[in-house]
């Protein structure tokens, strides 16, 4: 009982923080200029930002602010800036991808074409840096370039991610092991979605208390790259699973979409390690096909096989173990760091717990 | 006689720092990873700036910094960071424009496939604002700061000169306007070569003086918004002739590309706006033709009516005027800076005279 009423209040406090960063994002971004072209620069710029989304990466930046004892005020440049960061990489990954949906609509560069879409992904990316500029005022310009840096290690490991995916696309790679996985997840998805914003959340907190120097919090940084690999493993995993079960009203993207782009999830590695060697090959060469000639059929084949060989249940159960190591990790980075179980912990509890068990 | 010397050493001025950026660059970057794949995003974030190239912009933020009284160290991460952001734009730019050749070799996404190029770009993006951190150490935080958004900016207007090109392409427009020209230009090309590298090097040279607030440096810094877009017009001017009538192996990019690519460039517009009804028309269908459609005769065509039309030489006239306006204000923003007439001071004159002189 208790749970859902966690989960509840969890979704509301996302989305009322979402409202606020985009709001913020929105704001920030040009709207408007006398030239014709230009204005469709920004109105491409303005699209990804003004679709909703559900706001994971700029809550727990502001939450894990406040759990370490800052302002929320002091966190919410970095957490809009969260926020922009995923609406332009998501811009190019869309391309990258070959992604015809996003968030119920159809993507950037399905509306606008390719070259323009790079490019409105770009300008949105500059976007972000220039607002993280901000934070001078707020907090230093010293802190300021420590949350530049954060910022850069994190397209890093999402660049370093993504090629490794699309690599194996490119070169039809299909004997990944779990730890090829594992790795590629990390940094595709881990960073961003959980290591970076947490990391932000401490080094705010701390400058604020005078503690800019990083050399103080360098054990605590470290610990939260332990803990957030984990929280990110567990939330990718529930996300490729979502992407097979998921309704798709809800979840804004089309389902199965991953089967047909052809993507290497722990599921498909789970069945291609159980499959006998005909259906194995059977298996790869639907998955092989370009996105174009794959059928709904092909898809569904691969999905029924995918549950009849128990793999979305392994990937269930390996989720589970990832965000219970993430918890008890949780526990023992508060510990050191002698943080109170205060009000905020129980919601970063709870937005823990949410990541690894929503259903959409 | 003087002018010949003076052409030949700053060909070899712009030789010895492009040499010296370029491995401030090269060894900034990863090199390898033991993961296979990351390699390879490391290899691919190598291969533009091992292709050399001029180093313009990096040297004309060098030397500026230099004729500004301060020192040439300061401004070598500004400088290498410059031609970094060349580097990952026109990853960016070639799949936009469907460009073919690069510096004499394929382009990225032509070695690469799209999707691995985009991302290379953005990898490599990202380490322009990484090394640009490094800064911190030399010139503090806030000025480091300030450098900052001096390349946020410099993005800004990139992304929306892009923008208007492309999206002419992409509707059609053939009814282009001198000053349409000019604007787009302005943004995609003045900013990043002249306007942002000049800019750079006076707060690079203030900072040591301890005059690192915006104010006392604004009236010289909006001075060098007109003179920079005055020299990075005639400069783009003379590129855009460069690609009718240059050796392209010199070149190191297609003759009569801009062509072939559907360019809306000076000589164009003029071409266009002198043509009788029925060749304005042929020309338009011409020009409109996809790449793959267009024929060597087709480019060839429309370049000997620019040759007839005079397109050719009213562009290069233009370009002078633009130049000498250039070199005025040049004149005038050392007058009220106080700038002695020194050594640098002729080095930057015959690099601006180098500019809109070349030929290639």
Redesign the interface.
């Known amino acids: 009982m208790t749970l859902k009423v966690d989960k509840l209040s969890i979704v509301d406090y996302l989305g009322s923080n979402k409202k606020e960063l985009d709001s913020i994002v929105l704001q920030y971004l040009p709207a408007r200029?006398v030239?014709?072209?230009?204005s469709?620069?920004y109105e491409m710029m303005r699209d990804y930002p003004s679709r909703g989304g559900k706001g994971l990466r700029g809550s727990l930046c502001l939450l894990w602010t406040e759990l370490f004892g800052g302002k929320r005020e002091d966190a919410l440049i970095c957490a809009a800036s969260l926020e922009l960061y995923q609406n332009w990489?998501l811009i190019?990954d869309d391309?990258?991808?070959a992604s015809d949906l996003r968030r119920g609509l159809p993507a950037l560069h399905k509306k606008y074409?390719?070259?323009?879409a790079?490019?409105?992904g770009?300008?949105l990316?500059?976007?972000m840096?220039?607002l993280l500029?901000q934070n001078?005022k707020l907090l230093?310009?010293?802190t300021?370039?420590r949350i530049?840096?954060e910022?850069?290690m994190m397209?890093?490991e999402t660049?370093?991610g993504?090629?490794?995916e699309?690599?194996?696309s490119?070169n039809g790679r299909w004997e990944i092991t779990e730890a090829d996985y594992l790795?590629m997840v990390t940094k595709k998805a881990a960073w961003y979605t959980c290591i970076t914003p947490a990391r932000l959340g401490t080094i705010i907190a701390e400058a604020r208390k005078g503690k800019a120097g990083i050399s103080g919090q360098l054990p605590i940084l470290e610990k939260i790259v332990e803990f957030g690999t984990n929280l990110g493993i567990s939330f990718q995993i529930i996300d490729d699973v979502l992407n097979l079960t998921a309704e798709e009203s809800k979840y804004g993207k089309e389902i199965l979409g991953d089967i047909l782009e052809g993507k290497r999830t722990l599921m498909l590695i789970h069945l291609l390690a159980v499959s006998p060697e005909s259906q194995r090959e059977n298996i790869i060469q639907i998955m092989s096909k370009p996105r174009q000639e794959k059928s709904r059929e092909d898809a569904e084949y691969v999905f029924k096989l995918m549950k009849s060989s128990g793999s979305i249940d392994y990937a269930r159960r390996l989720a589970k173990r990832f965000s219970e190591k993430a918890l008890s990790q949780f526990e023992d980075i508060l510990g050191s760091a002698g943080i109170r179980r205060s009000e905020k912990y129980k919601l970063v509890r709870s937005l823990i717990e949410y990541l690894t068990s929503r259903d959409y």
Do not use: P, R, Y
């Not at 074409?113 to 323009?116: D, N, P, R, W, Y």
């Open positions: 200029n030239n014709h072209e230009i469709s620069l990489i190019h391309i990258e991808d074409g390719v070259e323009l790079i490019n409105a770009d300008a990316h500059g976007k840096w220039a500029l001078e230093g310009a010293h300021s370039m530049l840096s910022f850069a397209l890093d660049t370093e993504q090629q490794m699309l690599c194996w490119k790795l």
